[in-house]
């Protein structure tokens, strides 16, 4: 049995959307190890006692409508969970997934010469903080990044920010076992870089992760440099919100890999780098790295809003 649990506070306006991204959030702790299927999701939930009852009424039956929506994208049903009058509204929930340990990709394989793969762009938790400074006229950020962006930018950044946060992890899960992979992580509150050391740490092989392609929101890292480097989105260390996956695979899989999962995803993932023989069991990114901008397309949107539709009709056609 893999069993995992996770919740966070709203980081997006729409409680709809919050509700798809916890989801994804929860979920991909199964889909790090090759558990592409969940057997049982519960939801955790914690409305604010300040909050009005008028304001409740509205948004948390949204939320839970879009936990819930996402959680059939992943062809899983919630059972159940726990709700509870809090100071903050947080969202979460716990996923289990029985299946053979034969049908995982346990996180310890890598071996030098395997290459790395990222299945997100970096770059959400500053996205979404430039929303918020905008929104909110933040004092000590909105000089700084009117000096050095737009608010058209910042809105572009944080579409992009959406789309991928609210998208699953689930065929990343499932062409890690196609094309054998050698163990994976997912990347969220500590960053590109700290899962890596993490992941490198727990290899059988004596090992290190070495980057030297970092993909992110297009505009992304130049406005994390010119405001002075907050996020420290350059260095990899930037807390990720349901981030993607990082692979390590045999070389000779990886481009197969690739092209197979933008044929099923709709959009890229990347090579960001190789593993290397080493002691130090580490992660480090190259002094000359490579910025791969990412933004997304209407296609891209289209399909998106295509399956969520695709989702309704089959969860209302399954009510009835």
């Not at 955790?44 to 929506?69: C, E, K, N, S």
């Not at 505009?219 to 420290?232: E, L, T, V, W, Y």
């Given at each position: 049995m893999v069993?995992?649990?996770?919740?966070?506070?709203?980081?997006?306006?729409?409680?709809?959307?919050?509700?798809?991204?916890?989801?994804?959030?929860?979920?991909?702790?199964?889909?790090?190890?090759?558990?592409?299927?969940?057997?049982?999701?519960?939801?955790?939930?914690?409305?604010?006692?300040?909050?009005?009852?008028?304001?409740?009424?509205?948004?948390?039956?949204?939320?839970?409508?879009?936990?819930?929506?996402?959680?059939?994208?992943?062809?899983?049903?919630?059972?159940?969970?726990?709700?509870?009058?809090?100071?903050?509204?947080?969202?979460?929930?716990?996923?289990?997934c029985v299946t053979d340990s034969d049908d995982l990709v346990m996180p310890d394989g890598a071996v030098a010469g395997d290459v790395l793969i990222l299945t997100k762009p970096l770059g959400t938790q500053l996205a979404v903080n430039l929303k918020q400074w905008f929104t909110k006229k933040d004092p000590k950020w909105l000089p700084k990044i009117l000096q050095v962006s737009s608010e058209e930018e910042v809105n572009r950044i944080y579409r992009s920010a959406k789309y991928f946060m609210s998208r699953l992890n689930m065929i990343g899960a499932q062409l890690m076992k196609e094309y054998n992979a050698h163990g994976a992580t997912d990347v969220?509150?500590?960053?590109?870089?700290?899962?890596?050391?993490?992941?490198?740490?727990?290899?059988?092989?004596?090992?290190?992760?070495?980057?030297?392609?970092?993909?992110?929101?297009?505009?992304?890292?130049?406005?994390?440099?010119?405001?002075?480097?907050?996020?420290?989105l350059s260095s990899g260390r930037s807390a990720e919100t349901s981030g993607g996956l990082l692979i390590c695979m045999d070389r000779e899989n990886a481009k197969s890999f690739t092209q197979e999962f933008q044929r099923r995803a709709g959009h890229p993932c990347w090579i960001v780098g190789v593993v290397h023989q080493s002691d130090e069991r580490s992660a480090s990114i190259i002094d000359q790295h490579r910025v791969i901008e990412v933004d997304i397309e209407p296609s891209m949107q289209m399909q998106d809003a295509a399956e969520l539709k695709n989702n309704a009709s089959v969860s209302v056609a399954g009510d009835s």
């Open positions: 069993q995992t649990t996770d919740f966070f506070y709203p980081l997006v306006e729409d409680p709809y959307l919050m509700g798809r991204i916890a989801c994804c959030n929860v979920l991909s702790d199964l889909y790090a190890v090759g558990a592409d299927t969940c057997d049982n999701m519960l939801m955790l939930l914690g409305v604010p006692t300040d909050m009005q009852q008028a304001h409740r009424d509205i948004v948390v039956p949204l939320m839970i409508g879009g936990f819930r929506d996402q959680a059939a994208l992943a062809g899983c049903n919630v059972t159940g969970g726990q709700t509870v009058l809090n100071p903050w509204m947080i969202i979460g929930g716990v996923a289990t969220t509150g500590f960053g590109l870089t700290g899962h890596a050391n993490n992941l490198a740490k727990s290899q059988k092989s004596t090992v290190s992760f070495v980057f030297n392609n970092l993909p992110m929101i297009k505009g992304a890292n130049r406005i994390d440099d010119q405001i002075g480097s907050p996020f420290k």
